[in-house]
C-alpha cells in the first residue's frame, strides 16, 4: 500500500484548511447581512412529517376552578385587564399563554353581580359552558343569555361584554384565534361601554329569535356570512340531536360516527361550513365502553369534558379525565378516545384554517 508523499498531504490539509476558513466566512457574511441558509435548517423547516412543539396535555378541573375562584377573591374586573381570564399555557411553547400554535383557551370567571366593560378585537371568539346560569354576554347590543351546555359566539370586531346577575360566580372555558392573529400581525383591540350596553335578560336573544330555528332562514338575511349570524347554540338541541342518532343507531341505521359515538358539528346556517372562519367546534358523545379509532390529524385541537369519565391515550401516554377537564391534541400527535361511563366532550379546533390552506391530511387506524 503507497502513502501519499507528505508534500500533498500538507498540500490538501492546507487546502481543507483555506475551504473551512472560507465557509467559515461566508457564515458571518451571511449573519451580517440577516441571511440564514437553508440547508443548515432544513430538518426543522421541512421535516418528513409535523413535529409540533406543542405537546399534549390534560388540565385538571378540580385544580383550575378552585384557581379561578382565588383569583375572583383578589383579581378585579375593571379597565386595564379587561377580563379574569386564566390562559392554558402549553408546557411545549416556552411559557406563551397558547395552547396551540393557532388556538387560545382559558376559563374565564366573573362573580356575583359583577359586568365585564365591553371591548371589540379582530380576534374571533366563543364560550362554551360546562355549569352554572344567571350570566347574559351581550354581543353589539344584544343579550344573550348563557347557561350550561351553551355555545356561545362572539366573531371578530363585535363589542361584546358579560354581566352577572345572580347571587353565584360563573366559570366558562374561553376559545380564541389570539395565536394565530399574533403571528400574523392582524390584531386591532377597541375599548367599548364602560359597562354594557344592554342589561336586560331575556331568555332568548334577538339573533336566536330571527335564525335559530332548524332548517329555516330569513329572507331578511341572504347574503353569506362569514360567521355565524346565530348568537347561542343551545344545549336542548345538541343534546337532542346526539340522542336520536345513538336511538338510530339502536334501531339498525347508520347515523353515527363509529360505533357509540355520536357527533355533531356547530355550523353557520348562511354557509353550511364553520361558525367562524378560524374556528371549528363539535360536540360527541360516546357510550360507556365506546372507543375511537387512534388517528392522526394535521392541525390542533382542544376537548373538554362536559359530562362523564374516560380516558384519552394521546402520543404513548394514557389519561384518565372527567368533568370538566381540557385535553389538548397538537398536530399529528396520535390520539383516541374510551369511554368509561357515557361521556360527554365539547371540541373545538382550528381545522377551518388548515382546510382552507389545503394543508388537511388525517391518518387513522383500522383498529380501535
Known amino acids: 500500500m503507497h502513502e501519499k508523499p507528505l508534500s500533498v498531504l500538507i498540500m490538501t490539509t492546507t487546502a481543507h ?12 457574511d451571511f449573519t451580517a447581512e440577516h441571511l440564514n441558509p437553508l440547508w443548515t435548517q432544513l430538518d426543522s423547516l421541512m421535516p418528513t412529517a409535523p413535529a409540533p412543539r406543542a405537546i399534549p396535555f390534560v388540565w385538571k378541573w378540580s385544580n383550575l376552578y378552585p384557581l379561578a375562584e382565588r383569583a375572583g377573591e383578589l383579581v378585579p374586573v375593571g379597565r386595564g385587564g379587561e377580563r379574569r381570564a386564566i390562559a392554558l399555557a402549553n408546557p411545549g411553547l416556552g411559557g406563551a399563554p397558547f395552547v396551540t400554535p393557532t388556538l387560545w383557551a382559558a376559563i374565564q370567571y366573573l362573580g356575583p353581580k359583577e359586568t365585564a ?6 380576534q374571533n371568539a366563543f364560550r362554551f359552558v360546562v355549569e352554572g346560569e344567571g350570566v347574559w354576554t351581550v354581543v353589539n347590543g344584544d343579550p344573550v343569555a348563557m347557561r350550561r351546555g351553551d355555545l356561545l359566539l362572539t ?13 353565584q360566580p360563573m366559570a366558562w372555558l374561553d376559545g380564541l384565534d389570539i395565536p394565530f392573529v399574533h403571528y400574523t400581525d392582524a390584531g386591532f383591540f377597541e375599548f367599548g361601554a364602560e359597562g354594557v350596553t344592554d342589561e336586560s335578560t ?4 334577538r339573533s336566536e329569535r330571527l335564525w335559530a330555528h332548524p332548517g329555516l332562514r330569513p329572507l331578511v338575511g341572504l ?5 355565524s349570524p346565530i348568537a347561542a347554540y343551545r344545549w336542548e338541541h345538541t343534546d337532542a340531536a346526539l340522542a336520536q342518532q345513538l336511538a338510530l343507531e339502536d334501531e339498525g341505521y347508520a347515523a353515527t360516527t363509529e360505533p357509540g359515538h355520536a357527533a355533531v358539528r356547530y355550523t353557520n346556517p348562511t354557509t353550511g361550513g364553520d361558525v367562524m372562519p378560524t374556528i371549528r367546534a363539535e360536540f360527541h358523545r360516546l357510550r360507556a365502553g365506546a372507543r375511537t379509532r387512534p388517528r392522526r390529524d394535521v392541525g390542533s385541537a382542544v376537548y373538554q369534558v362536559f359530562a362523564g369519565s374516560g ?14 377537564d381540557l385535553i389538548v391534541v397538537p398536530s399529528w400527535v396520535q390520539w383516541s378516545i374510551l369511554a368509561d361511563t357515557d361521556l360527554d366532550l365539547f371540541v373545538f379546533s382550528d381545522a377551518p384554517i388548515i382546510e382552507r390552506l389545503q394543508f388537511g391530511r388525517t391518518l387513522v387506524s383500522r383498529n380501535a
Not at 17 to 28: G, H, K, T, V
Not at 202 to 205: F, R, V, Y
Not at 223 to 227: E, F, G, I, L, Y
Not at 311 to 322: I, M, S, Y
Open 202 to 205: 331575556p331568555d332568548l336573544s
Open 17 to 28: 484548511l483555506s475551504e473551512d476558513s472560507e465557509l467559515a466566512r461566508l457564515y458571518r
Open 223 to 227: 347574503d353569506d356570512k362569514s360567521n
Open 155 to 167: 366573531p371578530g370586531w363585535h363589542f361584546h361584554g358579560h354581566h352577572n346577575e345572580s347571587d
Open 117 to 122: 366593560a365591553e371591548h371589540r378585537h379582530s
Open 311 to 324: 380516558g384519552f391515550r394521546l402520543g404513548d401516554d394514557a389519561q384518565k379525565v372527567g368533568k370538566g
